[in-house]
């Protein structure tokens, strides 16, 4: 076997592998933070004791927007992250992609705020529906491209492949579709994405 | 073997399995996640120095709100998550009430900030109960279903699974049963939670 | 073997066992999410651009109160949990001993808040010398506990006992020891806390 | 083989192991603490809904910080964690080294948010080059004393240290180097980073 040099060496023992399980783990761990704290923009009402029941109520905006919320993030934590189960190997590009994925989830708490105090308005749908594609869209770019750098273990084939790209584009087409939706009416829009759910 | 049709290859490889493991990782990230931010709910005092140990003993209720969280959450933590080690397998619905489970776990926080300004009001008592009953009974609707779906292993029999579930039900039944207590008085409600610890 | 009691099966299947691992684990999360949010004690300044430097300069109290907390949990981190790893099993009442260090544990950041801002005042300086000595006692109440019910492995002789719980005190005895003299000088309490590092 | 004494013992079976995947687990978790955090920083606007737009556009530097911080620790964590993989033992200075890290990768959220604020100021950049720098030259420091106890695997060589430590520099080292152009252009301290990415 030639010599490897040095910066080869340090690419095969650094920069790929196939223990995709720590990669997983701090993807999972990035999911159950981001998850736990959509919670953190429910607010504790501070008013006069005697008007709680009726500020409770009124924050039925923060309600739909952490269900939602939590709801979209949880699905796809079940689906794709068992996705990443499959892959054999990775290397530094997944990392990458992945990295660009877990950036659009830490930012799911900021645009489920954002839905929360302004989800009468287009730019507050535009926020939250730009953040879910990005999500959507960099794992469906995640298995494309591990497609095509083959790494994914035998048991994904190309019919079996096609049909999870497919599946893995529902959500982001769906958010992509609701963003001009939004500039008419931003209700139309949220009804839209139940329909994903 | 009959060819599996695409979807049902895509469900056994993704939507099922036997790896419990993660989804339990999972959830224990969550509940130690809710369980430390519940003292982000402990405000720091923002007083003249002279006043700081007043202020201090004047948070009472929110030492107890905090208290009684971690011990609830805590409690949930020790026994269902131990009982999810149990099961032999998991499908997709099984996936489903666990993440509402989860739902109303990183609720906690929300729920005990509500307790900690609002303890005196039945509307205050009434957000903590519903919260912790919906942890509850979500709970014993996993381990209902995943008897009902056969996905114990056979260390669990009948009599024992019937044992789990009216301990399962302890906690949330005290706790429903203390929301039209709390109408007419909410120290009592507050009184019956603490029986069940 | 006589048969067992379905509360016994329910015990020896879910209240003990010798996957200590999962409690370690969990222990872990709860330790490296309160470490983490020490640091949201530190608040950006809001002041006059021109203001910065001296802003941030008279934060050091917040600094102070920063390193201190994460050197004192990051060394409890470091001894307390791999003596957690010698334990060769637990049972019900090892794990509440647990939760109540953890119930400390995710404490840290209020007392933190509170020593950053009253750093000065004796009833600041208590309120941090009691979370901390508490964290220390519930473990040397767990070594003690674990040691009484011979839950450690072969490899812990009594004299290691001896020597580890005698270490296992000097934390807490000191953050105690610094409660009284706080009373007289804050900043005397506060540099008895340092001898311990 | 001559009787240890117990402190020997103790420091044999506590301050050094070989089971470096605990430690590289609970530096994975403040990592993810600390990166999903950083979307913290990025405040919903409150302002009236017809200003949404216009507040949401005026943000560009908190999401300039959290794209920037994102993709640091997240380069970060790619590589120097991956190399705390092939540590074959640890020992207790290691860990003190390995903390005084996490104490800076903590702090990243507040270095984020200061950016955000005062990126125009010298002193607003001088706190951000500080953090990560601080960040970087512990982890140089980590396998500069990990090379000099041998800690490290057969599989790395004279010259593989050097290119790995080589490689390490390179982002402390531009973050020191912005800090005195900071004093003239914080704008072309910021282009520096960049150039690192």
New interface residues.
């Given amino acids: 076997m030639a010599a490897l040099s040095?910066?080869d060496?340090?690419k095969s023992?650094?920069?790929s592998?196939t223990?995709t399980e720590?990669t997983?783990?701090?993807s999972?761990?990035?999911?159950?933070?981001?998850?736990?704290?959509?919670?953190?923009?429910?607010r504790?009402?501070?008013v006069p004791?005697e008007e709680?029941?009726h500020a409770?109520l009124e924050q039925g905006a923060q309600y739909f927007a952490?269900?939602l919320s939590?709801?979209v993030t949880?699905a796809y934590?079940?689906?794709h992250h068992?996705?990443f189960?499959?892959l054999r190997a990775y290397d530094?590009n997944l990392?990458r992609i992945n990295?660009v994925a877990?950036?659009f989830i830490?930012?799911t708490?900021?645009g489920s705020?954002?839905l929360a105090?302004?989800g009468?308005?287009p730019?507050?749908v535009v926020?939250y529906a730009v953040i879910i594609s990005g999500m959507g869209l960099s794992y469906t770019a995640l298995w494309q491209y591990a497609w095509h750098r083959k790494l994914f273990g035998s048991?994904?084939d190309a019919?079996?492949f096609s049909?999870?790209r497919a599946?893995s584009l529902a959500v982001p087409l769906v958010f992509l579709a609701s963003i001009p939706v939004a500039f008419f009416s931003p209700a139309a829009a949220e009804y839209l994405w139940l329909g994903v759910l």
């Fill in positions: 040095t910066y060496k340090f023992l650094v920069s592998g223990d720590r997983s783990f701090f999972d761990a990035i999911f159950a933070i981001a998850m736990t704290l959509l919670a953190v923009e429910i504790v009402p501070e004791p709680l029941p409770l952490y269900v939590f709801a949880g934590w079940l689906t068992r996705l189960r499959l530094a990392q990295l877990l950036l830490a930012l708490g900021f705020g954002v105090r302004y009468d308005q730019a507050g926020v048991d994904i019919r079996l049909y999870m599946r």
